[in-house]
C-alpha cells in the first residue's frame, strides 16, 4: 500500500463499457499513428524465450524473471520482461534496411515490480525497434523521434476526446527536452521522482536524456541495463498526471549500443561476463544493425487519456486484497 494515492472526490468519468470501448479506440489508433510516424511493420512476439540466450532484458540487473522448465524443451525458459534486446535480432533475421522497423504487442510479467496506481505484475508495451544509419546516431535524430511519438499520442487523443466529449485533452504536444544533468543541477535537494514531477508540472510533456549513468552526485538519474540504450542518447517521455498529481512516465527509449558503447557501460557496471551472449557478440561483431527503439507502455497511455486514477481501471492484473477494498471505498474500481 505504500505509494498508493487515493485522490479526494475522484469519479470516473465513463462507466466500465465506454472504458472497454474508450481503450479500444486508444489501442487501435494510436499503433496505426505510430506505426505511419516511425514506418513501422507490425509482428508477433515471444512471451517466453531461452534463459541461456541472453535475450531476455535484465532491466536493472537485480529483478528475478519468472522461469521454469519444461516437458520437452531442454533448459530453462523464461517470461520475458521486455524485448529490448529481442527486437533487435528480429531486425537482423527479418532482413530490414535503414528507416524501416517493427512494433509488436509485448505482454511481460515483472514479479519484483511493486504495485500502486502505475505499476503492475503485468506489463503490456508497444514495443518498437527501426534500424537507423551511423550518422543518425544523435541527439537530433532521437528527439525527432520523440516528437513523432507524442504527435501520434496527442492524434490519437483527439480521436477519443470526439467520441467522449466529457475526457479532457491531457497529452501537450510541444515537448520539452532536458539532459539528467540539466534536471539535476536545475533541483540540486530533490531526489529523481520529485525533479521529474516538477519539470512535468511546468512544461506538461517532457522527455529527459542521458540516463543511465552516474551524474555529478555519483548517482544515476535512473536505472538503465548496460546493454541495449546507450546512456548519452536514451531517454524517457513523460506527461503531467492531474488526476494524481504527478508526472507519469509512457515511455523509456533510446538509441541502442553500438560496439563501442556496449564494452564501455558493460565495463562500468561490472558486467563484461555478458559478452559471451550471441546476442552480445553479435553486437561486438557488427552483425546486429544499429538501431533506435523503445517501449511505450499501453496501459499507462489509456489512465493517461481516459483520467484515471489506477492503472488497474484499464488493465486487469493480480492486485492486494488491502488494496482492492481502499481503492473501492475511494471510487476507484480495479477490473
Known amino acids: 500500500?505504500?505509494?498508493?494515492?487515493?485522490?479526494?472526490?475522484?469519479?470516473?468519468?465513463?462507466?466500465?463499457?465506454?472504458?472497454?470501448?474508450?481503450?479500444?479506440?486508444?489501442?487501435?489508433?494510436?499503433?496505426?499513428?505510430?506505426?505511419?510516424?516511425?514506418?513501422l511493420d507490425r509482428v508477433t512476439a515471444p512471451v517466453i524465450v531461452r534463459k541461456d540466450s541472453g535475450i531476455n532484458d535484465d532491466l536493472n540487473g537485480v529483478e528475478r524473471k519468472v522461469e521454469f522448465d519444461t516437458k520437452e524443451c531442454d533448459g530453462i525458459v523464461e517470461i520475458v520482461q521486455s524485448l529490448a534486446k529481442w527486437k533487435r535480432m528480429a531486425l537482423y533475421r527479418y532482413g530490414y534496411q535503414p528507416g524501416e522497423g517493427i512494433y509488436t504487442d509485448m505482454n511481460a510479467v515483472r514479479r519484483d515490480d511493486k504495485v500502486d496506481n502505475v505499476h503492475s505484475l503485468f506489463v503490456d508495451q508497444w514495443d518498437w525497434e527501426r534500424v537507423i544509419k551511423r550518422e543518425d546516431r544523435n541527439i537530433d535524430f532521437l528527439t525527432d523521434c520523440v516528437t513523432k511519438i507524442v504527435r501520434a499520442a496527442a492524434d490519437t487523443q483527439d480521436i477519443l476526446c470526439e467520441e467522449f466529449p466529457q475526457l479532457p485533452k491531457t497529452i501537450e504536444r510541444n515537448v520539452h527536452f532536458v539532459t539528467a544533468q540539466e534536471l539535476e543541477d536545475m533541483y540540486p535537494g530533490y531526489n529523481d521522482k520529485e525533479r521529474e514531477d516538477a519539470i512535468t508540472r511546468k512544461y506538461?510533456?517532457?522527455?529527459?536524456?542521458?540516463?543511465?549513468?552516474?551524474?555529478?552526485?555519483?548517482?544515476?538519474?535512473?536505472?538503465?541495463?548496460?546493454?541495449?540504450?546507450?546512456?548519452?542518447?536514451n531517454g524517457d517521455i513523460l506527461v503531467w498526471n492531474d488526476v494524481l498529481g504527478r508526472s507519469l512516465e509512457i515511455s523509456s527509449m533510446g538509441i541502442r549500443v553500438d560496439k563501442e558503447t556496449l564494452?564501455?557501460?558493460?565495463?562500468?557496471?561490472?558486467?563484461?561476463?555478458?559478452?559471451?551472449?550471441?546476442?552480445?557478440?553479435?553486437?561486438?561483431?557488427?552483425?546486429?544493425?544499429?538501431?533506435?527503439?523503445?517501449?511505450?507502455?499501453?496501459?499507462?497511455?489509456?489512465m493517461q487519456m481516459l483520467g484515471r486514477a489506477h492503472i488497474g481501471e484499464v488493465q486487469v492484473s493480480?492486485?492486494?486484497?488491502?488494496?482492492?477494498?481502499?481503492?473501492?471505498e475511494n471510487g476507484i474500481f480495479l477490473l
Open 204 to 233: 506538461k510533456t517532457v522527455f529527459i536524456m542521458q540516463i543511465g549513468k552516474a551524474l555529478k552526485s555519483g548517482k544515476p538519474h535512473d536505472g538503465r541495463a548496460p546493454d541495449y540504450d546507450d546512456w548519452s542518447l
Open 1 to 39: 500500500m505504500e505509494g498508493l494515492i487515493l485522490p479526494k472526490e475522484y469519479e470516473a468519468k465513463l462507466t466500465l463499457r465506454e472504458t472497454q470501448r474508450a481503450i479500444k479506440i486508444v489501442k487501435d489508433n494510436f499503433q496505426k499513428k505510430l506505426a505511419k510516424e516511425l514506418n
Open 318 to 328: 493480480v492486485w492486494p486484497g488491502e488494496m482492492r477494498e481502499v481503492c473501492q
Open 263 to 302: 564494452k564501455a557501460q558493460l565495463t562500468e557496471r561490472n558486467a563484461l561476463d555478458r559478452m559471451q551472449f550471441d546476442y552480445h557478440k553479435m553486437i561486438d561483431n557488427e552483425t546486429l544493425p544499429l538501431t533506435i527503439g523503445g517501449g511505450i507502455g499501453q496501459s499507462r497511455l489509456c
